[in-house]
T-cell receptor, first 113, second 111 residues
Framework: AQTVTQSQPEMSVQEAETVTLSCTYD???????LFWYKQPPSRQMILVIR??????QNATENRFSVNFQKAAKSFSLKISDSQLGDAAMYFC??????????FGKGTKLTVNP | DTGVSQNPRHKITKRGQNVTFRCDPI?????LYWYRQTLGQGPEFLTY????????KSRLLSDRFSAERPKGSFSTLEIQRTEQGDSAMYLC?????????FGAGTRLSVL
């Protein structure tokens, strides 16, 4: 069974600063994917970034990057130059042999002007 | 690409009533997923279709829940004899590969 743990229920950051959201996971799969999704208030879930477990290089997507530590089963998200529009719930998710996504409980990110 | 569409956006019903939700996936996406999200939690997987075949169901999907995807296009999720514990956001997602694209969800309130 897969599990995903997000230990930070809430985080805040000043506009233009950098913030890191933590995620740990557990899986028995040898081949799997990890994701960060963003869910703004009352809006749909949006994919932020994806990491294939077999790739050692950390994924980046503009201001978003991950720190993937496979041995430690850690998958943190770094948001650089934070913007007001980054305020949302952020969910970490894993996908193994099954097609389903397994999500953490989420981290609510507040961006202060 | 019009995105994943879910209807209705909100549904209020009385306990014991049946409700049905619809999901229209992104065209040409052969995979369709249903998730349930309760307040303060991440989405939980309910079921998954590849084309018209329902390939996986969660234990969360009790006998009161049924999902269909006729002809491999849109999907419906029906809940019979609703209970207050069914109140949640029901999310649909579709994909061609590992990337799942989500709809805005249907929020169900059972009174």
């Amino acid at each position: 069974a897969q599990t995903v743990t997000q230990s930070q229920p809430e985080m805040s950051v000043q506009e233009a600063e950098t913030v890191t959201l933590s995620c740990t996971y557990d899986t028995s799969e040898s081949d799997y994917y990890l994701f960060w999704y963003k869910q703004p208030p009352s809006r749909q879930m949006i994919l932020v970034i994806r990491q294939e477990a077999y790739k050692q290089q950390n994924a980046t997507e503009n201001r978003f990057s991950v720190n993937f530590q496979k041995a430690a089963k850690s998958f943190s998200l770094k948001i650089s130059d934070s913007q007001l529009g980054d305020a949302a719930m952020y969910f970490c998710a894993s996908q193994g042999g099954s097609e389903k996504l397994v999500f953490g409980k989420g981290t609510k990110l507040t961006v202060n002007p | 690409d019009t995105g994943v569409s879910q209807n209705p956006r909100h549904k209020i019903t009385k306990r014991g009533q049946n409700v049905t939700f619809r999901c229209d996936p992104i065209s040409e996406h052969n995979r369709l997923y249903w998730y349930r999200q309760t307040l303060g939690q991440g989405p939980e997987f309910l079921t998954y279709f590849q084309n018209e075949a329902q390939l996986e169901k969660s234990r969360l999907l009790s006998d009161r829940f049924s999902a269909e995807r006729p002809k491999g296009s849109f999907s419906t999720l029906e809940i019979q004899r609703t209970e207050q514990g069914d109140s949640a956001m029901y999310l649909c997602a579709s994909s061609l590969d590992t990337l799942q694209y989500f709809g805005a969800g249907t929020r169900l309130s059972v009174l």
